[in-house]
């Protein structure tokens, strides 16, 4: 403060009469400060001039496309590389990542796991607004899923639609509402996931597409489909009498298929046998047939000499026969000779057959 006194002081003195500065004094000043010349002004403009026009350079990467506004109005699409527009404020380019899968969660937030993370009960909250629904038979499912999305069309994606994601959100639910609501709920428990997915993904991209968003649904994901907890343990009692009906299913189909085959076996083999013994029978009664023919011919040409030979024949057969008795007798002894039929010995042998 001493300092500014002592100059103040100064200055008056050299000043006539010591008064204050006036407006020529003010002047004098205005004008020297008009005839200061900055050094190198001549380079700055062309430079600044320079980094303006370098501004409009930008780089487009293999998973992106660039959109390119005139004036905050689409301009034009760029692909993957270096590209130039004009600077701002006339041109500005965007670069929305096209090829990469985005997910949205419904019914459920994940809790401390990155997005990419497959999904695992135990490190996420139920949304229950979103969660529950109602079905076709009027019951009530708790349905947690993920939609897998990603951009098709930037333009679309950037300036039909303020806000694409959400429009994905809702899009999403009413879908998977509807869905769940033309359907029962034993279908969202057990075997219809499938289908339900196949639905919800095909109605959220009927729906998208009508509000030209740019967005493709890749998959519709069911992650935890439950009921209420209310009325869970009875769920549990259903649930485990229907798995007592497939398991009792599976033994009478296992058992049906071991016992089937077994008797079509046993059926074709007695049926093959049967024909086997016809064709026995039928080939030996034409042998016979045309053996008797053979030997009618012969016996007709001459019989008594074939008739000797049938008589040869017959003997042939009887007497090679090991298990026939035989007694050898001259015609003399036969002549003197009463007949007997050992009747006992017929008996004796019968008897063991009888007991049998």
Do not use: C
Not at 208 to 224: E, I, K, T
Not at 264 to 272: D, S
Not at 324 to 330: D, F, G, H, Y
């Amino acid at each position: 403060m001493n300092w500014d006194w002592d100059k103040l002081q100064k200055q008056q003195q050299g000043r006539p009469g010591g008064k204050p500065p006036g407006f020529d004094d003010f002047q004098d000043q205005l004008e020297k400060l008009k005839k200061f010349k900055l050094p190198g002004w001549k380079l700055v403009i062309p430079l600044l001039v320079l980094l303006w026009i370098a501004s409009g350079f930008y780089i487009v990467e293999p998973d992106e496309v660039g959109v390119v506004k005139q004036f905050g109005k689409f301009n034009r699409i760029t692909t993957a590389g270096p590209n130039y527009h004009i600077p701002y404020p006339v041109e500005s380019a965007l670069t929305p990542k096209v090829t990469q899968i985005r997910r949205v969660e419904f019914g459920f937030r994940s809790v401390g796991r990155p997005v990419t993370q497959s999904f695992q009960q135990g490190v996420s909250r139920e949304v229950k607004e979103e969660s529950l629904m109602l079905t076709g038979d009027e019951n009530i499912v708790s349905v947690q899923f993920i939609v897998q999305y990603m951009i098709k069309d930037a333009e679309n994606y950037l300036f039909n639609v303020n806000d694409p994601e959400q429009t994905l959100a809702h899009a999403g639910e009413a879908a998977m509402r509807e869905v769940i609501g033309n359907g029962k709920i034993d279908d969202a428990l057990t075997t219809g996931k499938q289908e339900i997915q196949v639905q919800t993904r095909e109605l959220m991209q009927r729906i998208l597409d009508n509000y030209h968003s740019g967005l493709s649904v890749v998959a519709v994901q069911m992650q935890n489909v439950h009921p209420p907890d209310e009325v869970i343990e009875a769920f549990k009692d259903v649930a485990s009498a229907r798995e007592d009906k497939s398991r009792y299913i599976n033994e009478a189909e296992a058992y049906q298929r071991d016992i089937l085959p077994k008797a079509r076996g046993e059926a074709a083999q007695i049926t093959n046998a049967a024909q086997a013994y016809k064709e026995t029978k039928i080939r030996g009664a034409e042998g016979d047939a045309a053996r008797f023919l053979a030997v009618l011919k012969e016996y007709d040409k001459a019989k008594d000499i074939t008739r000797e030979r049938l008589y040869l024949e017959t003997m042939e057969s009887i007497l090679s026969n090991p298990d026939a008795e035989k007694l050898i007798m001259s015609d003399d002894a036969l002549k003197q000779s009463v007949p007997y039929l050992p009747l006992d010995k017929q008996l004796r042998r019968a008897a063991p057959k009888e007991a049998n």
